[in-house]
């Protein structure tokens, strides 16, 4: 078995009578782009913390090639950081805030002067050179800690929420310059965010991280196709939760009640459950059809809203057991004015649900 | 450019707004002023017109040994007092704020002790058979009593403790507004905790620092009670050397010469002050 390159064991982080991270264990290959995803108070910046060093784990080790880094001080990790906040040091221009991890190296002028420039013209700040962090905006702040944390080309780079403090536009700007960045330096990057369009857009992996552990990791199109439970199924995009029976799990598909009495087979089964059992069935809200299709099954619904989102309709209903849902078809597939009419079937693909413990 | 328009419109009510500071002004005038410009007058005029008071104190080499010593003990006990100070407003400016009031409270208390008692608190301390010599003595750590007064030494130790308040809330005013994820950041980045401190955490704290040092500094050179009760004769300050000449020796003339020496010497530091706080903010710096 090869090593893996950085390998989270058993972490476990308590603040006193809270415990922040329960027990995460995690091997990050070189080069990959992983995001710790979850709601605040998930563990997921503890975690990050105890990899930078600013958090000593309750038990547990974090390893890079196989070295523990616990006994490590922070300013020894050789790990590269943005925060949250802006963190430059305010009284050093650019150049010097991205030429500071260098100094403190003792790497010679010549070699400063080469990387400062190679970074600032890698975050694309190359006239900006001179100012003192104060007269730039906050986007471009974040791009020189960027430029900073990447000037001693660590092998890990930590980034904690960079683009929160950012507003929606100059986020997305942000998020294909780090995308960029990474395809262009090849440095292994854990990110944390709360933000599951942000995880999906950037990440190779995510880890959705839920009360101190790890609900599911895998790619994006494995949390939102695979969710492996509710918890996943409701982070990730959005979801319809119909509360249903289960009657019975042959050869792998399930068959159930819904509360309107109507049967549904060939659910792919998912965990296993027994004979009644109340449970939740998850459809996305794309995945309902206005036409009916060989094989999909049928719920009628009384159309409450319709409303246009530009590429797709949103359309609130109601189950005639009075559970509001949310279908969201293409707004090619049909005109506003023919769903207009308040009572009729939706389909969906019994393949493309999920079935849960209630 | 919304500055200059706010001020454009302020400027024309200024006149207005004279006669209204008519009151203040003629306090100024007649409680500081006045005697400011009588003890000048005094200066060049008592016992005879002339400048041979300053030249008297400027050529004599006992006085000038008063002023060297004056400037020695207040630069002695500005540096110790930026010492002490800062690890104590560094711990302020981080711990839980209810906490740092609680502790706020004791330093404020602490200045509004009366400053004889006080300083015949440290006299207790301090002298040969006083605590701090018989603890140490007891607990053998030392055979014969330390000079710990009537010397430099007492002189700073009781100079610096009046000081502390007056360079602590400055600095932890400064501090507070360092966010101390930046030095976080410069941990990560590779700085030792000793490099953070030099590169990062001491730029920063710098105006902080020069505010409270240089406020530590001119009280300092007119101080008179500690020195005079902890100093020895051989350190004689300033306002000892005033007083001595006015109380005892009755020469009006040379002590308020030395008056507006000492007073010239504070309002040079003062403006010192003012250009480097205003240049440190026009640059936008710390």
């Given at each position: 078995m090869t090593q893996p390159f950085l390998s989270i064991r058993n972490l476990r982080k308590a603040f006193g009578a809270f415990t922040a991270v329960h027990d995460v264990t995690l091997d990050i290959p070189k080069g990959e782009f992983l995001t710790f995803l979850g709601p605040s108070g998930s563990g997921k910046s503890t975690t990050l913390y105890a990899i930078a060093g600013f958090q000593d784990p309750t038990s547990g080790d974090v390893l890079l090639q196989g070295k523990?880094?616990?006994?490590?001080p922070s300013h020894k990790r050789n790990i590269g950081m943005v925060f949250q906040r802006y963190t430059l040091f305010p009284h050093l221009t650019v150049a010097e805030n991205v030429a500071f991890p260098l100094r403190v190296r003792r790497r010679p002028d010549v070699e400063i002067k080469r990387k400062v420039a190679d970074m600032l013209s890698l975050v694309r700040l190359e006239n900006f050179a001179e100012r003192l962090p104060a007269a730039l905006s906050g986007g471009q702040q974040q791009r020189v800690a960027l430029a900073r944390a990447l000037a001693y080309d660590p092998p890990i780079l930590l980034m904690d929420e960079p683009l929160s403090a950012l507003d929606k536009k100059l986020r997305e700007e942000i998020q294909a310059e780090i995308r960029r960045i990474h395809r262009e330096t090849g440095v292994t990057i854990l990110y944390v965010t709360h933000d599951q369009e942000e995880a999906l857009h950037l990440s190779d992996r995510i880890a959705l991280f839920r009360e101190g552990r790890i609900e599911q990791i895998g790619t994006g199109e494995d949390l939102y196709?695979?969710?492996?439970?509710d918890f996943v199924a409701g982070f990730i995009g959005n979801s319809n939760f119909l509360a249903a029976e289960h009657l019975e799990t042959v050869g792998g598909t399930s068959t159930i009640r819904l509360a309107d009495g109507a049967l549904v087979s060939g659910i792919s089964a998912n965990g296993s459950f027994e004979r009644g059992q109340k449970t939740r069935l998850m459809i996305r809200p794309?995945?309902?059809?206005l036409e009916r299709s060989p094989n999909n099954a049928e719920l009628s619904v009384e159309i409450v809203d319709v409303a246009f989102y530009g590429e797709r309709r949103r359309i609130v209903a109601r189950t005639s057991a009075g559970q509001e849902i949310d279908i969201r078809p293409t707004s090619a597939a049909l005109a506003a004015q023919e769903v207009a009419a308040s009572r009729r079937p939706v389909f969906f693909d019994p393949g493309a649900a999920f079935l849960f413990p209630a | 450019m919304s500055v200059e328009a706010q001020q454009g419109i302020a400027t024309p009510r200024i006149p207005a707004g004279l006669g209204g500071l008519l009151p203040a002004l003629m306090l100024i005038g007649l409680f500081f002023v006045v005697p400011v410009l009588a003890l000048l007058l005094r200066s060049v005029t008592d016992p005879a017109p002339g400048l041979q008071n300053y030249a008297a104190l400027l050529g004599d080499g006992t006085y000038a040994r008063v002023f060297f010593n004056t400037f020695l003990v207040a630069a002695v006990v500005t540096i110790v007092t930026v010492l002490v100070a800062f690890p104590v407003a560094w711990m302020l400016a981080i711990m839980p704020p209810a906490l740092a009031s609680i502790l706020f409270g004791i330093i404020i208390l602490s200045m509004w002790t009366n400053l004889l008692t006080r300083t015949y608190a440290w006299m207790v301390l301090l002298q040969r058979t006083g605590v701090i010599n018989r603890a140490l003595m007891g607990a053998g750590i030392i055979d014969q009593p330390l000079?710990?007064?009537?010397n430099l030494t007492g002189v700073t130790i009781g100079m610096v403790y009046i000081m502390l308040p007056f360079m602590i809330l400055p600095l932890v005013g400064t501090l507070r507004a360092i966010d101390p994820m930046t030095l976080r950041a410069a941990a990560l980045c590779g700085a030792s905790p000793l490099a953070a401190f030099r590169r990062i955490l001491l730029p920063l704290s710098l105006p902080g620092i020069a505010a409270g040092g240089l406020m530590v500094f001119v009280m300092s050179l007119g101080y008179f009670v500690t020195p005079a009760l902890l100093g020895g004769t051989s350190n004689m300050m300033l306002a000892e050397m005033i007083a001595q000449m006015i109380q005892s020796l009755l020469n009006w003339g040379l002590g308020s010469a030395a008056a507006f020496v000492l007073l010239v010497v504070t309002m040079a530091l003062y403006a010192l002050q003012l250009r480097l706080v205003g240049a440190r903010r026009t640059t936008g710096g710390a």
């Open positions: 523990s880094l616990l006994s490590v196709l695979r969710p492996a439970t794309e995945a309902f059809r | 000079p710990l007064i009537n």
